[in-house]
């Protein structure tokens, strides 16, 4: 086996349906979680619904970054909306689909052919999506400035 890297987090049942995720840096916020209001559980708190989607949305944004610097293109704006689908599946649920909605904004047309690229590799290297057996949809939106 290659080379690893260890991410660990903590949970602290905080009280009702409420946690608090920590991380080993302890200079990173905690995270108040609690159980979806779906579920019986808490409104206005993060989920770790939100927490699966936003991981995915973020790990796309940091494979397209490192590869806009890597691949030079002049990027202007990056935006990204995740939305994720849970369906219920037997007796219980799954994400079936989770969908990535990117806008970007670059310099030129050489600029939007590379990040075309980038795009499409970012979708076969993202770490998040080459775990999760969740469908991942792209939808890329390439604006010239």
Do not use: Q
């Amino acid at each position: 086996m290659g080379k690893e890297h260890k991410y660990e987090t903590t949970v602290v049942w905080a009280e009702k349906k409420k946690g608090i995720v920590s991380f080993e840096d302890i200079k990173k916020e905690k995270i108040e979680v609690a159980v979806a209001p779906e579920f019986m559980g808490h409104v206005h708190i993060t989920t770790p619904e939100d927490l699966y989607v936003s991981s995915l949305n973020a790990c796309m944004m940091s494979y397209v970054i490192g590869l806009v610097e890597k691949m030079r293109i002049k990027l202007i704006s990056y935006t990204s909306k995740a939305t994720g689908l849970l369906s219920e599946s037997g007796i219980d649920f799954v994400f079936s689909t989770i969908r990535l909605d990117i806008t970007v904004i670059v310099k030129s047309e050489k600029d939007a052919k590379k990040m075309r690229r980038a795009i499409e590799m970012s979708e076969k290297g993202c770490y998040i999506s080459n775990s999760i057996r969740t469908n991942v949809e792209v939808n890329a939106e390439i604006l010239v400035e």
